[in-house]
């Protein structure tokens, strides 16, 4: 977990990658060496996306915990937000706040063979 996960933190748009028409893949940095540092999380769990005087809606964390960073949020394109951040272009800031939610019980799934199925 980040330190306090209420507090939004800038962070900027290093790359934009197309992956269909509809989803683009966001890979994002902190701002703050000390927040990028600090950030923690589980697989499964999601950030809050603040595109300030705007809006914010909550979007899945798809990168790993594992590698240090960056971070990558995949977001489809579906209403009023989500269009708004299809137009952003590398080097835009956006603000991030969390991690939330319980995150895969991944203690528990180790050394077993996995089925992962996804739904949306
Ligand atoms: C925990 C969590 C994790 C999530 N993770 C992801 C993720 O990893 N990737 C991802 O892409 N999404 C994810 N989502 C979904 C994402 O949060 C929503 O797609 C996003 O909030 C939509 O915001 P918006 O402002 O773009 O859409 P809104 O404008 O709020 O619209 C929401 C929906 O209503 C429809 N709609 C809007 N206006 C109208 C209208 N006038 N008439 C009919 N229908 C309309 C839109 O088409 C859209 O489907 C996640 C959601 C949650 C709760």
Redesign the pocket.
């Known amino acids: 977990m980040s330190e306090n996960p209420y507090v939004t933190h800038n962070a900027r748009i290093l790359e934009v990658k197309d992956l269909t028409s509809r ?1 683009k893949l966001f890979t994002l940095r902190f701002l703050d060496p000390e927040v990028e540092a600090n950030f923690n999380f589980k697989p499964g769990q ?1 950030v809050i996306v603040d595109i300030r005087g705007f ?1 914010e ?4 964390i ?1 990168s790993s915990p594992t590698r240090r960073g960056y971070l990558q ?4 394109k ?6 708004f951040i299809h137009k952003m272009k590398e080097g835009d800031i956006i603000g991030i706040r969390g991690p939330y ?1 319980n995150g895969f019980p991944m203690e528990k799934m180790e050394g077993s063979n996995l089925i992962l199925v996804a739904g ?1």
Do not use: D, N, V
Request: hydrophobic share 35%; aromatic share 10%.
């Open positions: 989803e999601f809006g809606f909550p979007i899945s798809c949020l995949c977001i489809r579906a209403g009023r937000m989500t269009k939610g949306g």
